[in-house]
C-alpha cells in the first residue's frame, strides 16, 4: 500500500483552478464560474469529450481497497456550482475521473443559487426527490444535523483507512452523539492577504512573505504598515490600510475560537483576553479610518490600498490588473502573543443527505474525492491541469496564479507551517450566523463579532467597541448553545 504524504492539501476541483502563465493584460473574460443565480434549477447539457491530461497511476480500486460494485449507479448533487465538465469548465476534476473510469459511476448536477441552497435542499427532501450529497457548509454542523437533514458517514467509509489518517483530529471534533456526518476532505484557507511587492517597495516597507518566513508577520506589524502607508498620502490623495473581507479570518488568527466543542460541550469563550485584543485591533483600525469597506473583486490597482484581505479565488484577477505590481499573498497576521500561526479555513467536504440510498456510491466518491487530493500522481496532475493556457482566452497567455504563488499557498497545508483554526459559532443557527440583508440588525452575532467595529459607525449609534459588542451578545450565545448542551 502506498503511503501518503502527511500534508493538507488544497483540493479544489481541479476545473475551477486558475492558469498559471505570463500575465498579460486583462482580457475581459468571464471567471469561468458556473454558479447560478435566480430560482431555476439547472442541468447541464455541456458536452464533454475528453481530459486536457491523463494520469498513470497504479489501480485506484487496489489504492482505496475498495471492494465495492456501484457500476452504472448515478448519484445526485444538490449545489451551486456543477460538478460535470461545463463550456467554462470543459476539465474533470480528478476524483470525478476516478469515479467514472474506475468505478462506472457519475454525477447528475442539480444546480441553483447560492442563497437558494438550504431551502432547495428542504424542499428535495420533503417531497422525495432523490439528492444524495450537498456541500458541506457552517451551518451542517451541528444545527443540520439537529435538523435531521444528514445521515452518519461511518457505514459508508472506513475511517480507519489511512487514507484518513492526517485528518483524524478534524473528524473527531465532527463528532455528534457518537457519530460522524463529515469528513474533511481537505482544509483551504478563508480568506488571505494579497498585496503588491513593487507598492512595498516604493514605500519602503518590508515584504509581508520575508516578514512570515522569519515568524514576524503579527499584528502589530500589519498595523504599523497600514498606519505608515496611510500616513504617507500626499495632500489630498485618500489612502487606506487594508480592503475586504477581513474580520473573521483576522479574528481567528488569535487562536481561540468563540464557540468551540469540548468533548460534545460547546463553550463560549467571548470572553478569552484574546478575542479582546482583536477587537482592540478593529476599534483602532476603525478609528484611524484603516479600513475600505467598499467592495473589490480584486487587489485595486490605483495603488491606494495597501493590503486586500479575500479568498484564493481573486488571485487570478488580482495578478491581471496589477501586472507590473509583482503580486503576492500571505496568511493573515498572527497574534504577537500567540504560541502557533492561526489560520481561519474552510473545510472541504460533503454531507450524506438524509433519505439517500446511494451510501455505497456516495461513500466511493468521497474516497476518490480524498485521493486525489494527497496521493502524488494526482496532485502533480492537478497542478499541470492548473498550468494549461486558458482556453477562454484567445491569445491563451491571460494570467493566473504564478508557481511561486501556487507552491506557497500549499504550504500553508504542511500543519508544521500554520496551524488551522475553525470557529463552531458558524454552525449553530441563523441567529448565530448569517448575513441576512447585511444590515447590523440582518446579520448574525458571529458575523457583527468579525465586521461590526469596522464596517459600522459608532457616530450612527452602532456599537464602536469589543467590550459593546461582548455585552450585547454574551448572553445569546450562552442561549443558543444551550439548545444543544441541554
Not at 468571464?30 to 494520469?55: Q, R
Not at 487570478?316 to 501586472?323: G, I, V, Y
Request: glycine share 8%; hydrophobic share 35%; aromatic share 12%.
Amino acid at each position: 500500500m502506498k503511503k501518503y504524504k502527511k500534508i493538507f492539501s488544497m483540493l479544489l476541483a481541479v476545473s475551477m483552478l486558475p492558469t498559471f502563465g505570463a500575465c498579460s493584460e486583462d482580457s475581459g473574460e468571464s471567471d469561468g464560474s458556473s454558479s447560478v443565480s435566480g430560482t431555476s434549477v439547472t442541468a447541464n447539457d455541456y458536452e464533454w469529450t475528453s481530459d486536457d491530461v491523463s494520469i498513470e497511476t497504479e489501480s485506484v480500486r487496489d489504492m482505496l481497497d475498495e471492494e465495492r460494485d456501484i457500476t452504472g449507479q448515478e448519484i445526485v448533487w444538490l449545489g451551486s456550482y456543477y460538478m460535470n465538465p461545463t463550456e467554462s469548465s470543459p476539465d474533470r476534476s480528478n476524483a470525478l475521473a476516478m469515479f467514472e473510469d474506475e468505478f462506472g459511476a457519475s454525477v447528475s448536477d442539480v444546480v441553483v443559487g447560492s442563497t437558494e441552497l438550504f431551502d432547495k435542499l428542504s424542499a428535495m427532501i420533503l417531497g422525495g426527490e432523490q439528492v444524495d450529497f450537498f456541500d458541506y457548509q457552517w451551518l451542517a454542523i451541528p444545527n443540520g444535523v439537529y435538523k435531521e437533514q444528514y445521515q452518519p458517514i461511518d457505514g459508508i467509509i472506513d475511517l480507519e483507512h489511512e487514507i484518513w489518517d492526517d485528518v483524524e483530529g478534524f473528524t473527531e471534533m465532527f463528532e455528534v452523539n457518537g457519530e460522524h456526518y463529515m469528513v474533511p476532505l481537505d482544509i483551504a484557507d478563508s480568506s488571505i492577504i494579497t498585496y503588491s511587492r513593487s507598492l512595498m517597495i516604493d514605500e519602503g516597507l518590508e515584504d509581508p512573505y520575508e516578514l512570515f518566513l522569519k515568524g514576524e508577520w503579527t499584528w502589530s506589524k500589519f498595523e504599523s504598515m497600514m498606519e505608515t502607508f496611510k500616513n504617507n498620502a500626499a495632500d489630498g490623495e485618500v489612502r487606506y490600510g487594508i480592503n475586504g473581507w477581513i474580520g473573521q479570518a483576522l479574528m481567528q488568527s488569535a487562536g481561540v475560537a468563540v464557540v468551540e466543542n469540548e468533548n460534545g460541550t460547546f463553550v463560549n469563550n467571548i470572553h478569552a483576553p484574546e478575542l479582546e485584543q482583536y477587537g482592540l485591533l478593529l476599534q483602532n483600525m476603525a478609528s484611524q479610518n484603516l479600513y475600505d469597506p467598499s467592495w473589490k473583486s480584486y487587489f485595486p490597482e490605483d495603488n491606494l490600498t495597501l493590503f486586500y484581505g479575500m479568498g484564493t479565488w481573486t488571485l487570478k484577477e488580482s495578478n491581471n490588473k496589477n501586472p507590473e505590481g509583482d503580486i503576492f499573498i500571505v496568511p493573515m497576521p498572527k497574534y504577537d502573543e500567540a504560541d502557533e500561526h492561526y489560520m481561519s479555513v474552510d473545510i472541504h467536504s460533503y454531507m450524506w443527505v438524509k433519505n439517500s440510498t446511494k451510501g455505497d456510491a456516495v461513500g466511493v466518491f468521497l474516497e476518490c474525492e480524498r485521493l486525489a487530493s494527497i496521493d502524488d500522481d494526482f496532485v502533480d496532475a492537478a497542478k499541470e491541469k492548473a498550468m494549461l493556457p486558458d482556453a477562454n482566452n484567445a491569445s491563451g497567455t491571460a494570467c493566473g496564479w504564478t508557481e511561486e504563488q501556487y507552491d506557497f499557498i500549499m504550504s500553508w497545508k504542511d500543519p508544521d507551517v500554520v496551524t488551522p483554526m475553525f470557529d463552531f459559532g458558524f454552525g449553530i443557527s441563523t441567529r448565530m450566523a448569517t448575513d441576512g440583508d447585511y444590515t447590523f440588525e440582518g446579520k448574525g452575532v458571529m458575523n457583527n463579532l468579525s465586521s461590526a467595529l469596522i464596517t459600522f459607525s459608532a457616530v450612527d449609534g452602532y456599537p464602536g467597541t469589543w467590550a459593546e459588542l461582548v455585552t450585547m451578545y454574551e448572553t445569546v450565545i450562552d442561549e443558543e448553545l444551550a439548545t444543544y448542551n441541554n
